[in-house]
Structures are given as structure tokens and as C-alpha cells.
């Protein structure tokens, strides 16, 4: 099966300027989606992942400067020099946002229902009748028990996890290409965490919806996504399929994240392999690799010069002087780099 | 947050900065304005009737013979005084009893409470010009008049920032190290209800100011020979006719004064603001 | 010879009224808490789990005394809570670590102020040896002491998760409620504090109660388990037990739905929940789980299943166990 594009963001750089200076939320970043692909993008507070959604969304834009060679590809049409009025389309039509609490996206005096076809009217120009007939077929489509009766509903009467269903089936309002998923299950309960991520994969695999997942926990990660880009201080630090990364992670960040979180299954570990330090202040990032504050493989080299990404033997492409072996010793930069291409 | 840092912004915000100046002035003028002022405010010099401005009365004389720029400045007196006591009083009696309110609730609450609803109830100018009939005219009445119309928001400003404290965590980890409800108001939430209610006397000040003004102008409060800017416009007022300039001089003195308690409330909600960002 | 438990909760409820009926009658209740049975021994650290509404935090704060039970009764050092007359000495031994870094720490006072406090309402020590304790403190939780002259604005949420353990050890508790103390922070920061809080334990002795509904952190920190459901405690094991051997359907759907760290574990058999959980205004007859649970029978509608015995360190609440105890 050839795998088609959709979305290519090329060389993304953002600045925001604050009272003490310029930040750079997202530094260089590059990466593509498939058709039909669930792609999750991986970080903790101020790695960017938030900023880059947002980029795709064309939302805040006032706020965001972008420079002049990045880029944004949707069906071949570049996102980030599209007027506000085309952007409202894509919006719409093509690509759906869902938040991590729906509470602020829905409006609190309207009945769902009405909510949902309303976005319907807007984006497929057919009378109301006919999209209120869609939005009961949406809200069957997400999940929703009893959902005729549901229609008339407002926001505060239902419960998180059918907010969140509400919201999903309203992103699926216009059929879109691509769902950028925000911390979409943090908020919830893990029994209905795992209700909600059963309903993406769902949708991914009957509609052939390509999602791009933003997340801070690795088990929704493994359990859902294709491939993942992890992110630190603006920059994609690591890529790979989800398999490779689990299996394998090159970058030290990687692996340390996944030494954080305690195991749940097998013998319980006397002490975590925690990551030393804190993420640096965005205003006085590291010279070298941004990472090499808190790395215990770091080298002088690391502290002087900025490593890039690029495609590792092993299938993952990772910004590294020293990606790890697999038993998590450090690599050799002069060997790995000979076989990199 | 220490007074140093929050002054030390205030003064990083130009228009703040001008106004605390200006208020500065005028208190410091409200006191030695007796032993500075070119022409005694009260001495009536009927050969100098109506002088328009000159090197000897810089802003003329009024229909008596009276310098106006002396009189101008004596009368930073009773605007300082009506704007500091008019708020003094509901800092010491609206301020504690919405705290109290807010935070014991209960029957405390309810008797608070509806003592306020009663007295907004009332509109304020009414209040006040009420109030001053029952105690007797004069500029004291006038001001205790003013403090009581502005009591009832800063106790329901001061209940709603208390309710909303009382409940906050780090008010939960002293309540279970054993802090007592006088020790909580007093290190909790007194400190962080403070900022709304500091910007919202600065406000007040200049609104005090106004309504003294307008209290004189009526008649209501300071009563000649006692100088203050209110009457100084309603004399100007009757001779508008003849002389509509006089009226100018008091009537600025009032807008600036106005304008500087605003623009510091402005500032200090910046400068107190603990997210605070230099514009 | 059996230890004495340093805190024990007997039957604890906690009914909060809502709405009133005609002559403000109080007609209705939320049962958040209804009925949890717990002993917490010295130096070991009990979990407590649960989803949202399911009366973990109220367990916690009526254990602390920020909330008085509606019924039972809770045992400190074999004492009532109620009858400790003083509740400054409640203070001293029962200390709590709140969910969110960002409030409960007192934005207008200086973290040595903040971490100084409860010696100060003690009368502990003169102002230079409480400053010289603060220090310390700080130090024990992987500051420094110039940071005491900061204030909280100035530090991230994993620092003011240690500035908040910092204070809750000022006077050497012996029991601390931790109420979710890692859920608001980045991954690679929980297990950081995780690590500090298993340390403090080592160091100084002294017990935990830790609410979380994040699993993998109560797995990784508990001694013992317990798994709340609508108010209740519906089975209460040793941690080996419980991963190992989950008895009541609850257990078992809260487990298996936690995402896999491998993704080649994916396609495994999973127990997806139907449903949302249950108002605890309104809850169902019989057995609150009845309405969600894959394995439920005809008698689990009107029955309500009592905590029983299942093993030697297990009590499960459930009428599929209740029969095989009876029997």
C-alpha cells in the first residue's frame, strides 16, 4: 500500500516576544502525515507540541511569528500564507481540532445537537432539518447511548467522557482529513480514557482519518499511534515508528522518559530512574544540544554544538552526538555516523 | 512581593508616576498651604474686584477681591481630607466586616450583609445629602457622609476576595498546622485580598474628591468662610455671567485630581499584579 | 503481637446535603464517602485509588480534620480525632500534600515563611533555629537555602511541589496524606518527586496515605492498596496481591485499562467499560458497580456486597466471592 501525504510541515520556526526577550516555542521543526496515519507528537510543558498544533490550525496567529522559510503543506497548499477566510475553510472542512476539555469548546446554552448541526449548516450548505439527521447519526457514530433523547442536551448535563464524544463527533461534522487531538483523554477517568482512544482508532480505521495526537503520556502513545515524533524545547529530538521507539529509543531524553514512568507490570522498581533537573528556561536554552543540562551521556561536544536530526541505522531519525545502543549504552557518534545517510 | 518591588513598577508606568507626583504635591500642599499662599484666601479687597491674571494675582481675583490662586490652594485642604477620611472609613469598617463575612459566614455573614443591601439600597448622592441633614452641614459631616456611601462595595469586594481565598490550598495546609481563623485572615488572607482593594481605594479617592465637590457646590458641605473647591465653583457659578473663567480654575484642580487617583489605581493594579509585565 | 495502627478509620461517612425539600428540609444526599474501614500502620504507605467522585480526596481530608465525617469515627494512636482537644496536636502528626503546586503555596509570602509557618503556630524553637530548620528542610527536598528568601511565582511546579513537602515536614509528622501530589506535573518531574517522597519515607519512618488515580504512581509508592468505587472501598489488598491477583471485576477493568508501555501489547485483551460512572447523588441499588460490571448477576441489583475476606491480606467486595466465603 503507497503511502500518500497529507500534511508536511517543513522547517517550522516560531517566535513570540515577551518582555524579557524572544522565545522560540518551535525551533526548525519538520515532519509529514500519511493519509490515514495516527501520528503522536510527544512532550512535556515548553517542548512546543502545543504551539505547533496551533500552527497547523492557523490559531492565535497574531501571537505566533512565523519565519519566512517555514512552511506548512496541507493538499498542496501551504497553511501559513492562506488569508484568515481560506484558513476558516480548511478549518472546517479538512482539518478538526479537539481540546483537552471540551467544557470550553462547547457553548454552554446550547443543546449539543443544535450545536453540531449548526457546524454542519456552516460547512455543507444544507438546511437544518438534514443536519440535525447527521448529528444523531455523528452522536450514534462516537458512541453515544440514547442519543436521539441526547440531542436536546446541554453541555453541563453530560459528563466528561461524553463532552469529549460530543466534541469528536463534532470534529467529524465535515468529514475531515486530519484531527489534531489535544491532551484529549487527560482530563478523563482511565476506564473512560481507554473508551475514548478504542473511538479514535475506530474512527482511523473505518474512516481513514488521519490524527495527529498530542500527548504527555507515553502509555496512550503505545497503545494508539503509528509513529511518534518526541519533542524537547522546540525541537523533534526523536522520530520513529511507535514500535521502533518503544523498542528502541536512540535519544537519552526518550529513554528517560520512559524510565519515569513506573511499571505497572512486572516487579516494582526501588527507585525510578528519574531525569535530573528541570526543562531550561526558553529564554537562556543551552548553547549546545538543548538537552545537555540534564543528560548523563553529555560530552563536552554536546555542550558546544548543536546536534541535527538525522536518520539513525536503526530506522529512527534522532538529534543526538551519541544515540544509545539498545542496552541503553551510549553510541559512538564516529561510528554511527559513517552508516548514517 | 515586597512594597519596594511594587512601588519600584509603579513608578516604571509614566502616567502612575505623574499622578503619584501630583497627588504627592497636593498632600504635601494641603498642609503648608497656610504658610505659602501670596494673599490671605480670605482678606476681600473690593478696589481689586474681578482682576483678570497678572504678575501680582497670577490666576486674578474673584468677585470680592479674593487672590484665587490662594484660595485654590487652600483648598487642597479639604480635598485631601475628603478623599483620605472619605475612604479611611470604609477601610476600617466595610474592609473588616466583609472579611469577617466571607469568612466565617453563618449568621456573621447574613447580619453584614444585609446591613450593606440596605444601605446601596439607597442611592449614594441621597445618602449623602440624607446623612448630612441629620448630622448638621459642614465639611466633617459631609465626609462622614461620603465614607458611609462608599462602606457597603469595599465590604462586598472584601467578601468576594475572601470567599475566594478562604477556600485556596495553602489557606487548607495552615488550617491543618493549626492556625487559628485570626491567624489565617491576618497572614493569608488580609495580604492577598489587599491588591483589589488598594486599587480600588485609589479610585475612590478621586471619586470622594468629586463627591465633596459636588456636596459644597449643593451647599451641603463646606460652608464659607472655609475654602474648598466645590464652593469655590458654585461662587464662580452665580458670576458666570460676568466672569466664566473663574469656574475654570477649581474645575481643572478637580479633573486633575480625579484623573491622577485613576491613573494610579491603573498602576497599581499593574504594579500589584504578580504576573506583572512591563507594557 | 499486632501493632496498633497509627491512624484507623471506622465506618467513615461522609453525606453531603443537596438541595432542600419544601420547609428546608434537607432531602437528599451525595453519599461521597459511605462507609471506609482502614488501618494505616506505622512507617508503610497505603494507596488509595479510585476515578473522579469516587471519595479518595474526602477520604484524605476528613483524615487530616479539614472535614468532619458525617458518621464512624477516625483513631489516631487509638484515640478519636475528635476527642484530641488541642487540634494544634493533630498538626504535628498529620500532615497533607496538595494536588496543585501553584496554589497551595501563599503567593504573598516567602517559601522561608511558608515552610517556617507550622513551627511558627507551634512555638517551635527561636526565630534564628526555626530559620536555621528551614534550611534544612529545603535542603532535604533538593533546595538550596537562598531559595528561602524567593517567593513561590519564581519557582516551577516541581520545585513547589518540594517547597509544599518541605512544609508538610516541618514538624516531623508522622503522617502525611499525599492527595495526588504528582498528577499536575511533567512526567520526567513526577518521578523525581516520587523518588523524594520514598526517600523521606526511608529517612524518617513515617506513613502515607496517597490518593492518585494514576495507577502506575500508587503501584510505585504504595505498601498496601486499596481501590475506591462510588464512596466505598470495594477491595483492599498488599500491592503484590493486587497486580498479581485482582478479585473484584473493578480491580480487573481499572487495570486492564491502563495503556500498555509496549505497543506490540496492543491488540490484548482488554475490559472496556460501558458507561459512565454513576452519580454518587443517585447511586444504583444493590451494588454500585452492578451497572457497569461485565459480570454482573440477577442479585447484584438489590444486594450490596460487604468487604469480605478473600485471602489472607485481601478484603473484596463482591457477591461472586461473598458465596465462595460463605460456603
Keep these: 500500500m503507497k503511502e500518500e501525504l497529507l500534511l508536511e510541515v517543513k522547517n517550522l520556526e516560531t517566535f513570540i516576544p515577551t518582555p524579557k526577550g524572544q522565545i522560540k516555542p518551535v525551533n526548525d521543526v519538520s515532519f509529514s502525515i500519511n ?9 512535556e510543558s515548553g517542548s512546543g507540541k502545543s504551539v505547533t498544533s496551533l500552527s497547523i490550525m492557523g490559531l492565535n496567529a497574531s501571537a505566533i511569528q512565523y519565519r519566512p522559510e517555514s512552511s506548512i503543506f496541507f493538499n498542496d497548499k501551504d497553511l501559513l500564507k492562506l488569508k484568515e477566510k481560506e484558513m476558516r475553510k480548511i478549518r472546517g472542512n479538512n482539518i478538526a481540532m479537539i481540546f483537552q476539555d471540551p467544557m470550553f469548546s462547547l457553548n454552554p446554552v446550547h443543546p449539543i445537537g443544535r450545536q453540531i448541526a449548526e457546524s454542519i449548516v456552516l460547512h455543507k450548505k444544507v438546511k437544518y432539518k438534514d443536519a440535525l439527521v447527521t448529528a444523531l447519526e455523528l452522536l450514534n457514530k462516537v458512541g453515544i447511548p440514547d442519543a436521539k433523547r441526547r440531542l436536546n442536551d446541554y453541555p453541563h448535563q453530560l459528563s466528561g467522557g461524553m463532552r469529549q464524544r460530543v466534541m469528536i463527533a463534532m470534529a467529524l461534522a465535515c468529514d475531515p482529513k486530519l484531527i489534531i487531538a489535544d491532551e484529549p483523554t487527560t482530563a478523563l477517568d482511565v476506564t473512560i480514557q481507554a473508551q475514548i482512544l478504542n473511538l479514535l482508532h475506530k474512527l482511523q480505521k473505518e474512516s481513514g482519518i488521519a490524527i495527529l495526537l498530542i500527548t504527555h ?62 526543562v531550561p528556561n526558553p529564554l537562556e536554552l543551552p548553547k549546545g544540544c538543548n538537552f545537555v543540562t540534564r543528560c548523563s551521556y553529555a560530552t563536552e561536544k554536546c555542550s558546544q554544538n548543536a546536534p541535527t536530526l538525522l536518520k539513525h541505522p536503526s530506522g529512527n531519525r534522532v538529534s543526538c552526538w551519541y544515540p544509545l545502543e539498545k542496552e541503553g549504552e551510549r553510541g559512538h557518534y564516529e561510528t554511527a555516523a559513517t552508516s548514517f545517510s | 512581593m515586597s512594597f519596594g518591588t511594587v512601588f519600584k513598577r509603579l513608578m516604571a508606568e509614566r502616567l502612575a508616576f505623574f499622578s503619584f507626583i501630583f497627588l504627592m504635591v497636593l498632600v504635601i500642599l494641603s498642609i503648608i498651604a497656610p504658610f505659602i499662599v501670596p494673599y490671605d484666601p480670605l482678606k476681600q479687597d473690593l478696589m481689586k474686584v474681578m482682576l483678570s491674571p497678572s504678575a501680582q494675582h497670577w490666576l486674578g481675583t474673584d468677585e470680592l477681591g479674593r487672590d484665587i490662586f490662594s484660595r485654590l490652594l487652600m483648598g487642597t485642604k479639604a480635598a485631601i481630607q475628603a478623599g483620605l477620611f472619605a475612604i479611611l472609613i470604609p477601610l476600617c469598617i466595610g474592609v473588616p466586616m466583609g472579611i469577617l463575612s466571607g469568612y466565617l459566614g453563618g449568621v456573621v455573614d447574613d447580619i453584614f450583609m444585609r446591613i450593606v443591601d440596605g444601605i446601596i439600597a439607597i442611592p449614594a448622592i441621597l445618602l449623602a445629602l440624607g446623612i448630612t441633614g441629620a448630622l448638621g452641614i459642614s465639611l466633617w459631616n459631609a465626609m462622614i457622609a461620603i465614607g458611609i456611601v462608599f462602606t457597603p462595595q469595599f465590604a462586598r469586594l472584601a467578601r468576594g476576595q475572601t470567599l475566594q481565598v478562604r477556600s485556596e490550598p495553602y489557606v487548607e495546609a495552615a488550617k491543618i498546622s493549626g492556625a487559628g481563623a485570626g491567624w489565617i485572615m491576618l497572614k493569608h488572607i488580609i495580604p492577598n485580598i489587599a491588591p483589589p482593594i488598594v486599587v480600588q481605594a485609589s479610585f475612590n479617592l478621586s471619586f470622594a474628591i468629586l463627591v465633596e465637590a459636588s456636596l459644597s457646590f449643593l451647599g451641603m458641605g463646606a460652608q464659607s468662610p472655609q475654602i474648598s473647591w466645590g464652593n469655590m465653583i458654585q461662587q464662580a457659578y452665580s458670576m458666570i455671567n460676568m466672569n466664566a473663567w473663574m469656574i475654570v480654575y477649581p474645575g481643572l484642580a478637580i479633573i486633575l485630581t480625579v484623573l491622577a487617583g485613576n491613573f494610579l489605581g491603573d498602576g497599581l493594579r499593574a504594579a500589584l499584579d504578580p504576573k506583572y509585565k512591563k507594557a | 503481637m499486632k501493632q496498633q495502627p497509627l491512624v484507623s478509620l471506622k465506618e467513615i461517612k461522609k453525606h453531603f446535603p443537596v438541595g432542600s425539600g419544601l420547609f428546608g428540609k434537607k432531602d437528599q444526599f451525595v453519599k461521597a464517602v459511605d462507609g471506609v474501614s482502614l488501618d494505616i500502620y506505622p512507617g508503610e504507605t497505603v494507596g488509595l485509588v479510585g476515578e473522579s467522585g469516587c471519595g479518595k480526596s474526602t477520604t484524605g481530608r476528613m483524615v487530616v480534620g479539614l472535614t468532619n465525617p458525617t458518621g464512624g469515627e477516625i483513631y489516631f494512636e487509638g484515640k478519636k480525632l475528635r476527642e484530641y482537644k488541642a487540634k494544634k496536636t493533630l498538626g504535628k502528626n498529620l500532615q497533607m500534600i496538595f494536588q496543585d503546586p501553584y496554589s497551595s503555596l501563599n503567593p504573598r509570602m516567602t517559601v522561608a515563611d511558608i515552610i517556617a509557618e507550622p513551627l511558627v503556630l507551634h512555638k517551635v524553637g527561636t526565630a534564628k533555629e526555626r530559620r536555621k530548620r528551614v534550611d534544612e528542610l529545603l535542603e532535604r527536598v533538593g533546595l538550596a537555602s537562598y531559595h528561602g528568601s524567593r517567593y513561590p511565582l519564581e519557582f516551577s511546579g516541581g520545585q513547589r511541589q518540594r517547597l509544599g513537602i518541605a512544609r508538610a515536614l516541618a514538624l516531623q509528622p508522622k503522617l502525611i496524606v499525599c492527595d495526588e501530589p504528582v498528577s499536575a506535573l511533567d512526567v520526567s518531574i513526577q518521578a523525581q518527586i516520587l523518588n523524594l517522597l520514598k526517600e523521606i519515607q526511608e529517612d524518617m519512618g513515617l506513613s502515607y496515605l496517597f490518593i492518585a488515580h494514576g495507577i502506575q504512581a500508587v503501584k510505585h509508592i504504595s505498601d498496601k492498596i486499596a481501590v475506591m468505587y462510588l464512596g466505598k472501598i470495594i477491595e483492599y489488598t498488599n500491592k503484590e496481591e493486587l497486580f498479581a491477583n485482582p478479585r473484584h471485576p473493578y480491580t ?76
Excluded: W
Design chain 1, 35 to 43: 493519509k490515514g496515519e495516527i501520528v503522536a507528537l510527544v512532550g
Design chain 3, 252 to 327: 480487573k477493568a481499572l487495570l486492564s485499562a491502563v495503556p500498555h508501555p509496549n505497543p506490540k501489547m496492543r491488540n490484548r485483551e482488554r475490559i472496556i467499560l460501558k458507561g459512565d460512572l454513576p452519580s454518587p447523588a443517585n447511586p444504583p441499588a444493590g451494588c454500585s458497580f452492578h451497572t457497569r460490571c461485565p459480570v454482573a448477576m440477577e442479585q447484584c441489583k438489590s444486594i450490596d456486597p460487604n468487604l469480605l475476606p478473600t485471602s489472607e491480606q485481601s478484603l473484596t467486595a463482591c457477591l461472586l466471592f461473598e458465596e465462595k466465603v460463605a460456603n
Design chain 1, 217 to 278: 503520556d507515553l502509555g496512550v502513545v503505545a497503545e494508539t499511534a503509528d509513529r511518534v515524533l518526541v519533542m524537547y524545547c522546540g525541537k523533534i529530538v526523536e522520530e520513529g515508528t511507535v514500535e521502533d521507539i518503544f523498542e528502541n529509543p536512540l535519544h537519552p531524553y526518550t529513554r528517560g522518559l520512559m524510565a519515569s514512568v513506573p511499571e505497572l507490570y512486572g516487579p516494582t522498581k526501588e527507585k525510578l530512574d528519574a531525569i535530573p533537573g528541570v
